[in-house]
Nanobody, 124 residues
Framework: QVQLVESGGGLVQAGGSLRLSCTAS????????MGWFRQAPGKEREFVAR????????LYADSSKGRFTITRDNAKNTVYLQMSSLKPEDTAVYHC?????????????????WGPGTQVTVSS
């Protein structure tokens, strides 16, 4: 079992940057691929980025490619999402998620563990 808690959200102006962190408790963090998802009001939760168990493979949604970077530190049981060139449309609650599978997943239903989320608001 893995418990996830996100931090680092906040209010930022368009063009600014934020770094989100997600810290896991439990002994199986390094066996999980980790993803970031986001959910804006009235919209479905959507995939943002994913990183493999060891960190050698990353995958990004088109909306985040080139602006966001996902990394992980297994020694600290933490996954990060560095976000730059933020836009108002990036405003959402950002959730980290853990996936026990080695198959590359981008769908919400394929992730096993979820954090409660952290709010990111980008003002224009």
């Amino acid at each position: 079992q893995v418990q996830l808690v996100e931090s680092g959200g906040g209010l930022v102006q368009a063009g600014g940057s934020l770094r989100l962190s997600c810290t896991a408790s439990g002994r199986t963090f390094s066996t999980c691929a980790m993803g970031w998802f986001r959910q804006a009001p009235g919209k479905e939760r959507e995939f943002v980025a994913r990183i493999s168990q060891i960190g050698g493979r990353t995958l990004y949604a088109d909306s985040s490619k080139g602006r966001f970077t996902i990394t992980r530190d297994n020694a600290k049981n933490t996954v990060y999402l560095q976000m730059s060139s933020l836009k108002p449309e990036d405003t959402a609650v950002y959730h980290c998620a853990g996936d026990r599978s080695f198959i590359i997943h981008t769908q919400v239903r394929d992730y096993d563990y979820w954090g409660p989320g952290t709010q990111v608001t980008v003002s224009s």
